[in-house]
């Protein structure tokens, strides 16, 4: 076993599957929650996670292969890859590319009724030229413009403070990419807009 990250929700590392080298996301407990009530959020956590990485792959979304879930651990496919993040902040040259790509994945996403939920340069993956989208753990499945305007916010706020000096470029290639693979873009849009002028998230807790 090799940990790879630690976080507050959940510990990843790798470990051999079946003869094959696989990524392990496991939820961590809780020492302030009821045992047996902790437990049962964490299984329904990562049953939940499992399921949107299954409808994201039949969707066609580039994300990792589940291999199975097993009580509070979800076994994976492990992409060997660069984090779009750094890629971006040492290539600008593609940058466009590269963005217009991230919109046509989170467009068929939100095409299909799913939320990410963290949508940020940190949770992709970019591997033989290929966007892969990772780390579902706050997403949610919903046809709402209001939750897909969120997702769309998270992403823009996360471009400004990450790649500041290329946000206008990158977010107008971006939109450029969702639109083509989200017929319901606009209403999306829209709810993004609102959600500015009311000046605040939706809490969808």
């Known amino acids: 076993m090799k940990e790879i990250s630690r976080g507050a929700e959940a510990v990843l590392y790798l470990e051999k599957h079946e003869g094959e080298t696989a990524l392990i996301k496991e939820r961590i407990k809780k020492g302030y929650r009821v045992s047996e009530l902790d437990n049962s959020i ?23 292969v589940v291999m199975t879930a097993k009580d509070c651990k979800l076994i994976m496919e492990f992409l060997k890859g660069e984090r779009v993040k750094e890629l971006l902040n040492s290539n600008k040259r593609d940058g466009e590319e590269i963005a217009e790509q991230i919109g046509r994945e989170a467009g068929l996403l939100h095409e299909n009724g799913i939320i990410h939920g963290d949508l940020t340069t940190s949770n992709m993956i970019i591997r033989d030229g290929r966007i892969y989208f990772i780390d579902f753990g706050l997403g949610m499945f919903s046809q709402k413009p209001e939750d897909q305007g969120v997702d ?41 807009a609102s959600i500015e002028r009311r000046g605040r998230y939706v809490n969808r807790e």
């Open 42 to 64: 964490r299984k329904e956590r990562t049953a939940r996670e499992m399921k949107l990485l299954l409808e994201a792959k039949r969707a066609g979304v580039n994300v990792p």
């Open 152 to 192: 769309l916010i998270v992403f823009r706020d996360a471009l400004k403070s990450t790649h500041f000096s290329d946000f206008e470029v990158l977010w107008q290639s971006f939109i450029k990419g969702y639109k083509q693979t989200n017929k319901t873009s606009k209403e999306a849009l829209k709810a993004l």
